[in-house]
């Protein structure tokens, strides 16, 4: 077990839907780090949070978006959804920027 | 030309084989270099961390780094089948940017 809790871990919605996807980071970690993973894609960086800010952005689509709470933990929300958005999505986290990240099981989307 | 290259595989070896897996990189910037391994539809979970050019080893695992040559590797000793898992070499510049790249995987299968 990493530490890193990642929920639901599986969803099924409807193309056009919006869902939500929460991680929770290992205790006393500050950044965390979202990434898509498909069969033909592999993983993908999607964005990377710091303390509670943006730090880095990927190939993030603009119906997808992000936030780290005061509290570390981050969502990731997805809106309108198609149905090439179906993949595993993890969340990472490590305790600064430059140290090992540590992933959670993954949230398995299939939007339908 | 990819960022970071790797071998997909698949590798099939028998039991107690020592296993050899690789990524090349284009990106000079990179300074820290992991290995994964992830079991089918779970998490990645983090085998290697190191900053420097060099061995580090750890148990049966020992991940090497030639930043002149931009190549990795992990050796795997006395393979077991528990060791069948996709392997993913991941890669992170620091500065500003601190985004983990990866390899698409090498599929390992050790045979018993």
């Known amino acids: 077990d990493s530490g890193v809790t990642q929920t639901p871990k599986h969803l099924i919605t409807a193309t056009g839907q919006r869902v939500t996807l929460r991680c929770s980071p290992r205790?006393?970690?500050?950044?965390v780090y979202w990434y898509q993973q498909s069969l033909d894609q592999g993983l993908q960086f999607l964005i990377q949070y710091y303390n509670g800010e943006e730090r880095a952005k990927g190939n993030i689509l603009e119906r997808f978006s992000a936030q780290q709470f005061p509290d570390l933990h981050s969502e990731l929300n997805l809106s309108s959804l198609e149905l090439g958005d179906s993949a595993l999505y993890f969340c990472?986290?490590?305790?600064?920027?430059?140290?090992?990240?540590?992933f959670g099981q993954g949230t398995r989307l299939t939007v339908v | 030309q990819k960022e970071v290259e790797q071998d997909p595989g698949p590798l099939s070896v028998p039991e107690g084989a020592i296993v050899s897996l690789n990524c090349t990189y284009s990106n000079s910037a990179f300074q820290y270099f992991m290995w994964y391994r992830q079991y089918s539809r779970k998490g990645p979970e983090l085998l290697m961390y190191t900053y420097s050019s060099g061995n580090k080893e750890d148990g049966r695992f020992t991940a090497q780094v030639d930043k002149s040559s931009k190549y990795i590797s992990l050796f795997i000793r006395d393979s077991q089948p528990s060791d069948s898992a996709t392997y993913l070499c991941a890669m992170q510049s620091g500065g500003s940017n601190y985004k983990l790249t990866f390899g698409k995987g090498t599929l390992l299968t050790v045979n018993p």
């Open positions: 990472a986290s490590s305790v600064s920027q430059s140290t090992e990240a540590f």
């Open positions: 205790s006393g970690d500050l950044s």
